[in-house]
C-alpha cells in the first residue's frame, strides 16, 4: 500500500468510510467527543462483530474472528 497510481490502494479503506457515511450519515456533532461517542460503538459492535466480508476468501467472517483465527494460527505450542 501506499504506491502511487495503483488504484486498488485504498479500495478498502473506501470500502469502510463509504459504510460508515452510509450507516452513520453526514451528522454534524457539537464536540469531537460525541462524534467519537456515535462512531465508536458502530465501529467495535456493529463493523468488527457482526458484519460480514463479502469475499469467499475470507470465509465470511466478520473482522474480529479473522483476528482471533489469526492470533491463534501464530501462538506458539510447548
Same mark, same amino acid.
Given at each position: 500500500? !501506499?504506491? =502511487?497510481?495503483?488504484?486498488?490502494?485504498? &479500495? /478498502?479503506?473506501?470500502?469502510? +468510510?463509504?459504510?460508515?457515511?452510509? %450507516?452513520? !450519515?453526514? =451528522?454534524?456533532?457539537?464536540?469531537?467527543? &460525541? /462524534?467519537?461517542?456515535?462512531? +465508536?460503538?458502530?465501529?467495535?459492535? %456493529?463493523?468488527?462483530? =457482526?458484519?460480514?466480508?463479502?469475499?469467499?476468501?475470507?470465509?465470511?467472517?466478520?473482522?474480529?474472528?479473522?483476528?482471533?483465527?489469526?492470533?491463534?494460527?501464530?501462538?506458539?505450542?510447548?
Amino acid at each position: 500500500m !501506499g504506491r =502511487t497510481g495503483i488504484c486498488y490502494d485504498n &479500495a /478498502a479503506a473506501e470500502s469502510f +468510510f463509504g459504510l460508515l457515511k452510509a %450507516e452513520i !450519515g453526514t =451528522t454534524v456533532w457539537d464536540s469531537r467527543e &460525541a /462524534a467519537r461517542a456515535d462512531v +465508536f460503538p458502530f465501529i467495535e459492535v %456493529e463493523y468488527n462483530r =457482526t458484519r460480514l466480508r463479502r469475499h469467499p476468501e475470507f470465509g465470511y467472517l466478520t473482522p474480529l474472528e479473522t483476528r482471533a483465527r489469526l492470533q491463534h494460527d501464530f501462538t506458539p505450542t510447548a
